[in-house]
């Protein structure tokens, strides 16, 4: 960031994400949603080009959408209870969840490659507490939203090519499996959220140094430690066992209170995204020559951190539950 004041948007938005967690009632929950809202926008223009400002404006149209729904419905629902259901509804379209997702792929394509893993990332942390702060009986009304996202994710992404569209779709899918696991009385939402986003950032950092677009400029054969990190982290995140995302989505399925349907559903999403994964991977992975890993130099630190970051959390979940 070359300029001072984005840090003080980068406050706000990390600071109103913060007075979400902590509110108590609608209505701060509702200023800090409009507060991260407005921090996230100016971080969005990070060099400043017109195809930034339309997709600010692209973003800017769907969230105000859903908050000025939250509120209303907020509002109105003191004379109204049928009308508290807008309320979580608001939120899935604040978060891009299926089937109110016409606005996050079209965002996705136009933003830079930090804004974007932070719109992948953090801007999700925020609706989704506020969906955990409403009744449990708001709570299970959104179970079939979370199936559809499921579902809709792995469809989406059979039959893309760019990586960003892939990590787009991947986290409408993973945006399903944490409103499924809402409903859990133990804190699988807050352990979903950390491994998910642990293992973006690891595909984020892999992206930065490579200018890369398209799935086959990802893995380089003059790099075979690299690409092989890079394949275990998008298997992780494509639910592959053994590995982290693969008992996240486990805990979910243990914990959470959906209907039979809804997890068929939730399954077959997760296989429908572990395909297109697995063939992402799978010729990468089968070029790796033995010769290449024999004849290269001793694995960084970054790259051991880099692995132990996906199996090191398996023996801490492990242990909790």
């Known amino acids: 960031m070359k300029s001072p004041y984005k ?8 600071a109103s994400t913060c007075m ?13 949603l409009e507060i ?22 692209k973003y800017l149209v769907p969230q105000a959408l859903g908050s000025t729904i939250f509120i209303a419905s907020a509002t109105t629902s003191l004379y109204l209870n049928n009308l508290q259901i807008l309320m979580p509804i608001a939120m899935c379209l604040k978060l891009g969840a299926a089937p109110f997702h016409f606005w996050f792929p079209s965002v996705m394509a136009g933003l830079p490659l930090l ?27 959104i179970l079939p939203i979370a199936g559809i996202s499921a579902l809709w994710g792995g469809i989406g992404g059979l039959n893309q090519t760019d990586i ?18 809402i409903s859990s009385p133990t804190p699988t939402l807050s352990i979903y ?49 053994p590995f ?44 790796l020559n033995k010769t290449y890993f024999t004849s290269t130099k001793m694995i960084s630190k970054s790259s051991i951190m880099f692995l132990l970051s996906q199996i090191l959390p398996l023996s801490f979940i492990l242990f909790y539950f």
């Open 7 to 14: 840090f003080l948007f980068l406050f706000l938005m990390v």
């Open 20 to 32: 979400v967690l902590s509110s108590s009632n609608w209505l701060t929950t509702w200023m800090g």
């Open 36 to 57: 991260n809202m407005l921090g996230f926008i100016p971080l969005m223009y990070l060099k400043e080009t017109t195809n930034e400002s339309e997709t600010a404006a």
């Open 115 to 141: 804004p974007a893993f932070l719109l992948l990332t953090w801007q999700k942390i925020a609706p989704i507490f506020a969906i955990c702060s409403f009744s449990p009986t708001l709570s299970t009304k």
């Open 164 to 181: 960003r569209s892939l990590l787009t779709y991947s986290s409408i899918a993973h945006t399903g499996w944490m409103l499924a696991s």
């Open 193 to 241: 959220i950390g491994a998910y986003i642990l293992i973006t950032v690891s595909i984020y950092t892999t992206l930065t140094n490579h200018s890369t677009k398209h799935h086959k400029q990802l893995f380089s054969p003059k790099e075979p430690y690299q690409s092989f990190l890079l394949s275990i982290t998008i298997l992780s995140l494509g639910g592959l066992p």
């Open 244 to 287: 982290v995302g693969f008992v996240m989505k486990l805990l979910v399925l243990y914990h959470t209170e959906a209907s039979m349907l809804i997890i068929l559903t939730l399954i077959s999403g997760a296989m429908m995204s572990l395909l297109y994964y697995l063939s992402l991977t799978f010729s990468p992975l089968l070029s």
